[in-house]
């Protein structure tokens, strides 16, 4: 007679199999998302205190402890919900709250914000939790109402409406709040044109004189009043001093010296 012998590998996933529990029903993932949202309320009970001890403005302060009152009520709420489908809630961590309260304390921590700025940083953190949990409701509702769960649908929605209406004063409150130091300083550059419409040109020097090169010249982009020009000097043979230029520039070259060699000036166009 052959025993039958199973490896540990083979006798860990029998045990795996048999002790996994697999969500089926929508009544499984209502009970579920119902306790995730349970304890972020309870989480939240916790840090709108904590806001509210953080507020420098007063209306602020009342604003945070007046939905820290409310949220207690709606964790009695979430607890009637359960008693209405005859099951008990199971102690879970809602990992989406609590990472916008741990991106809260992080904050707070390591950037040491003035007053003013966390003041503007907690509405715009109270605006991201308001509206998870807008999100969260509406889908717990959406299943109580497939399941006819009434009262527990009724109840949600007292939870919904008073998340609904925070998200609104936060949302005033954001376009209120202004910061002290808006920190936007900004160097402009100026380049400066004469009557006629020509760029000057600069060159800086280095410390043994030689040029480094042109700072900024206007392009002539279209918009600007005319094209500038740029003056353009050169020594031309007297041979070559005659009336006739070509594609050179706008205007004519002065009349030259008797001398040979003698700087010549015309004005050439900026092309962009």
């Known amino acids: 007679m052959h025993s039958c012998q199973l490896s540990p590998w083979s006798l860990h996933l029998i045990g795996f199999t048999r002790g996994t529990k697999h969500m089926q029903s929508a009544h499984e993932l209502f009970i579920h998302e119902l306790q995730d949202m349970l304890d972020a309320e309870q989480q939240l009970v916790e840090a709108l205190g904590a806001q509210a001890e953080e507020s420098s403005r007063p209306e602020l302060q009342k604003a945070f402890q007046a939905h820290q009152a409310q949220t207690e009520k709606q964790v009695e709420r979430l607890q009637q919900v359960f008693e209405s489908i005859g099951e008990e809630a199971e102690e879970v961590e809602c990992k989406g709250i609590r ?131 740029i003056i353009v000097y050169a020594h031309v043979p007297h041979s070559f001093q005659t009336r006739e230029w070509v594609g050179l520039g706008r205007s004519q070259p002065e009349q030259p010296d008797a001398s040979a060699g003698a700087p010549v000036g015309f004005s050439l166009p900026i092309l962009a």
Do not use: W
């Not at 925070?166 to 402009?188: I, R």
């Open 99 to 229: 990472g916008l309260i741990e991106e809260h304390d992080h904050f707070k921590e390591e950037e040491e914000p003035a007053d003013d700025i966390m003041d503007i940083f907690n509405v715009g953190a109270a605006e991201k939790v308001e509206s998870y949990e807008i999100c969260a409701y509406e889908s717990l509702i959406r299943l109580a109402d497939l399941m006819e769960h009434t009262k527990a649908s009724r109840l949600l929605n007292q939870n919904l409406k008073e998340e609904q209406a925070t998200l609104k004063k936060m949302q005033a409150f954001s376009k209120k709040l202004q910061p002290e130091n808006m920190c936007m300083d900004e160097e402009d550059e100026e380049v400066d044109q004469d009557d006629e419409g020509n760029t000057e040109v600069s060159q800086d020097e280095t410390s043994d004189g030689r040029n480094k090169g042109p700072k900024k010249a206007n392009s002539g982009r279209p918009g600007s009043r005319r094209s500038p020009n």
